[in-house]
């Protein structure tokens, strides 16, 4: 009677399996190797050496990457007559037979990178000519030259979106993309084009995007695309951007310059709708200061625009870099990575809507806030890497900052900056003054905004959550240099002595810190007396490179996930108990680089039992004068270390043993040797009468 319900149950599980399956077939089927769903014949990677010709006749995608067919045949396609798009992506494919596409009139997308369509592209191109429909073609990685992709491409007009990537094109001239007035999109990365005739995008007139990244530019100048949204010339060796000068209005919404060898601010369209502009790694600076220029005209450059026996001459004043760019759109301005060693009154004016500015890694050496300046739409600044060391406010204006949420000041020599800064930033959340030499304002500070600012104030920067002052160089913290902050994440690390034993500091944040990096700041085993029990939110606690020799005691904080304490001088885990009274909440714990003596790790079982040790591998001990992996310790530890002290009793028993034996002996021979005499000695001086 009891079988019944087993047998119910394992009939029931049976059937749901079939149903499963069943309902899969619905979807799904597959014909020699091919998957079919919904009109889509997945043919990936099957070894395939021809188009199969035996799938659904109302097929309208095909995939058949990856397969070995180096010969499109005439009749290849003929089965499938309603094909929409397909994909011959790594085919090896050399030959694409004249009538290949014959009665392909509705093909709208065809993928054919990675294949060597160069060996016969003449046979390739008069297949080309059927496709009337043809929306999207991929031709990227075909060794192509620009004579090829001419004849490819002739009179393919229905095109929208092309990709000539990674092929062997070195210039454009106005017959390579002839009569492709529909297109859109136009990717010409990774090719060696050095030269671009004027006119060579003319007939595009539709042409939104267009990538030429990874190619050997040495300049643009007269650019005119106005219809142009999207510019990619990264990583080219371009030294001028110039725009074409007048009032044409130009739609150019991203403009990508970046990892090129620019030496000036580009000159960019004067009527515009820019709204991000990347100009990282260049050698681009701001020079007018710099030099004692007594007239302007000294510092024109005339550039001569050759198109056949017509010369034009468009004069630049190099000091004007920008006045006469429309920069009012700009919202993302990327300047990272150049020489700029100041940035011109007026500059950041012209930027009204900017809201994210980077100036990483330059040679600035003062920034001075003036009025709109930066604008006050900015989110996000980034000085990080400079020479900074002074930060200047125009007098009488607090709130410059205003909607300001991220500032990085990262690595620069700031002392301090001026009072109030940061508490009149509303909207702060992410400050970063790791590695300069500043120093926390005394608890007394009179609110003095006069003279070079030598001192940071966080105290009630209430919008604040996120603070690094990694190598700061910090001396003690006093208890309320973080008071009236709400703190999440805080970086101490490598300020030595800036806990000075205790964390009363930090209680003002206690509440709140959920991220607490304590990284080679002198603590000593006294630390592990400092309990973190108001630290009620804090997630991961990060005391690596100390001098700990005992574990802390974090048992006070519920909410600790992560605990790191590499690189401290622990010889011992903490025993069960102990372990089991780490914070519960515990997840991760990294242990490594820790002199761990190999007979005091008994408790690395539970630990490994209740917690995660990230860093498990690379965690090691010291016996005698081996260093062992813990992981690799024969048999558990305290086997090994009863093993070892057995092992000393006896190393002590053969060494002792030999030189016992031989005095024995040696005494015994003596004792034999002398046995006579000796009585005899006794005998004659006793003068007794003896019994023997
Ligand atoms: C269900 O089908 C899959 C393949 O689609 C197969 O791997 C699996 O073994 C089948 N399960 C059963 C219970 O037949
Ligand atoms: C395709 O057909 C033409 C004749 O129409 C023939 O010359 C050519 O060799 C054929 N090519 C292939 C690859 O089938
Ligand atoms: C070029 O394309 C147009 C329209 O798509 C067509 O009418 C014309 O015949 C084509 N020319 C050649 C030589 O194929
Ligand atoms: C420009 O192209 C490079 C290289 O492909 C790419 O890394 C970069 O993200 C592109 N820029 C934009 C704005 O998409
Ligand atoms: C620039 O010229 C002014 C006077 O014309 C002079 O006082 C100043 O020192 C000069 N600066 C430099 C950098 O040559
Ligand atoms: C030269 O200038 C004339 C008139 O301003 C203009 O029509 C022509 O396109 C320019 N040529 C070049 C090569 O810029
Ligand atoms: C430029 O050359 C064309 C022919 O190539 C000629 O018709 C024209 O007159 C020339 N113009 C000038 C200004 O020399
Ligand atoms: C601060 O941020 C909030 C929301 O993120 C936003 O609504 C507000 O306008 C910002 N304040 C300023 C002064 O920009
Ligand atoms: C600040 O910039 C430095 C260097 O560029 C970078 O490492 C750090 O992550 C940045 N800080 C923040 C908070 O983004
Ligand atoms: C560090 O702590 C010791 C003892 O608690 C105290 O005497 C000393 O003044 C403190 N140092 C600083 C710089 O606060
Ligand atoms: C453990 O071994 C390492 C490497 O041999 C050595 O530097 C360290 O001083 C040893 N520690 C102890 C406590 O024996």
């Given amino acids: 009677m009891e079988l019944l319900p087993l047998w119910l149950c394992l009939g029931f599980h049976f059937l749901t399996l079939e149903w499963r399956n069943r309902s899969g077939m619905a979807t799904a089927a597959s014909q020699g190797g091919c998957e079919l769903v919904d009109g889509v014949a997945d043919c990936r990677g099957q ?26 045949w005439n009749h290849s396609l003929q089965h ?42 003449r046979e390739t191109a008069a297949a080309f000519r059927g496709l009337r429909a043809l929306r999207r073609l991929d031709l990227a990685g075909n060794s192509l030259t620009e004579d090829m992709a001419a004849l490819l491409l002739w009179n393919l007009s229905s095109l929208e979106s092309l990709s000539l990537a990674r092929n062997t094109i070195m210039r454009l001239d106005d017959s390579v993309f002839e009569g492709l007035g529909r297109l859109r999109e136009l990717d010409l990365q990774r090719n060696y084009i050095f030269e671009i005739e004027g006119g060579a995008f003319d007939g595009l007139t539709e042409l939104r995007h267009l990538n030429l990244a990874y190619n050997n530019l040495p300049c643009i100048v007269d650019f005119s695309l106005t219809q142009l949204r999207f510019l990619n010339v990264s990583y080219n060796a371009l030294e001028w951007f110039l725009a074409a000068g007048g009032e044409a209005a130009f739609e150019l919404e991203t403009l990508d310059l970046s990892h090129n060898q620019l030496l000036f601010f580009p000159l960019l369209p004067q009527c515009g709708k820019l709204r991000t502009l990347l100009l990282r790694d260049n050698n681009m600076g701001f020079y007018r200061d710099l030099y004692n220029a007594s007239s302007l005209r000294e510092m024109e450059v005339q550039f001569l625009l050759v198109d056949g026996n017509v010369t034009n001459v468009t004069t630049v004043s ?17 300047m990272s990575q150049n020489q700029f060693q100041y940035l011109p009154e007026g500059f950041l004016k012209k930027m009204p809507s900017l809201s994210h500015l980077n100036l990483n890694r330059n040679c600035l ?61 509303r909207n702060i959340t992410t400050v970063d003054m790791s590695h300069n030499p500043i120093s926390l304002c005394p608890q007394l500070a009179g609110l003095d905004r006069l003279g070079p600012p030598s001192c940071v104030d966080f105290r009630n920067v209430a919008s604040l959550r996120s603070l690094s002052l990694e190598g700061c160089g910090l001396g003690a ?112 714990i990294y ?87 000796l009585l005899q000695v006794i005998k004659s001086r006793c003068h007794w009468s003896s019994i023997y």
Wanted: hydrophobic share 40%; charged share 20%; glycine share 8%.
């Fill in 318 to 334: 190099l000091w004007e870099e920008f006045a006469s760019s429309d920069l009012a759109d700009l919202r993302f301005l990327d």
């Fill in 80 to 121: 499938y007559p309603l094909l929409e798009s397909l994909s011959l992506r790594g085919c090896r494919l050399q030959r694409v037979g004249r009538g290949a596409f014959r009665g392909q009139a509705g093909l709208r997308s065809l993928a054919l990178p990675d294949n060597a369509l160069s060996e016969r592209y």
């Fill in 591 to 677: 242990l490594s680089q820790n002199p761990y003596d190999c007979c005091g790790v008994e408790g690395w079982g539970s630990l490994q039992r209740l917690h995660t040790i990230a860093d498990l591998a690379m965690v090691t001990c010291n016996l005698s004068s081996k260093v062992i992996r813990l992981t690799e310790l024969p048999g558990g530890v305290p086997q090994d270390c009863k093993w070892e002290r057995v092992d000393m009793g006896l190393l002590y028993l053969v060494l002792i043993l030999p030189s016992c034996l031989t005095l024995l002996v040696a005494c015994t021979v003596i004792f034999l040797t002398f046995r006579k005499p």
């Fill in 477 to 588: 913290l006093h208890d309320c240099s973080f008071q009236g902050t709400a703190l999440t994440h805080l970086d101490l690390s490598g300020n030595w002595g800036v806990l000075n034993g205790t964390v009363a500091p930090l209680r003002g944040t206690a509440r709140t810190l959920q991220v607490l990096s304590l990284r080679n700041v002198g603590l000593s085993s006294g630390f592990a007396e400092l309990d973190f029990s108001g630290f009620g939110s804090l997630r991961v606690l990060d005391l690596s490179g100390n001098s700990l020799t005992s574990f802390p005691r974090v048992g006070g904080s519920p909410a600790l996930r992560t605990l790191d304490l590499r690189r401290n001088s622990l010889t011992a885990l903490p025993q069960r108990a102990v372990s089991e009274r780490l914070a519960r909440s515990l997840r991760t």
């Fill in 47 to 72: 070894n395939l050496e021809s188009v199969p010709g035996d799938l659904p006749p109302h097929s309208r995608t095909l995939l058949l990457d990856a397969n070995p067919l180096s010969t499109l």
């Fill in 365 to 425: 050496v003062t920034l001075h806030l003036r009025e709109h300046e930066p604008p006050g739409a900015l989110t996000e600044l980034d000085l990080s890497q400079n020479q900074l060391s002074e930060l200047r406010v125009a007098p009488g204006l607090p709130g410059c900052l205003r909607s300001l949420r991220s500032f990085n000041l990262s690595s620069n020599q700031l002392l301090g900056v001026p009072a109030g800064l940061f508490a009149d930033a």
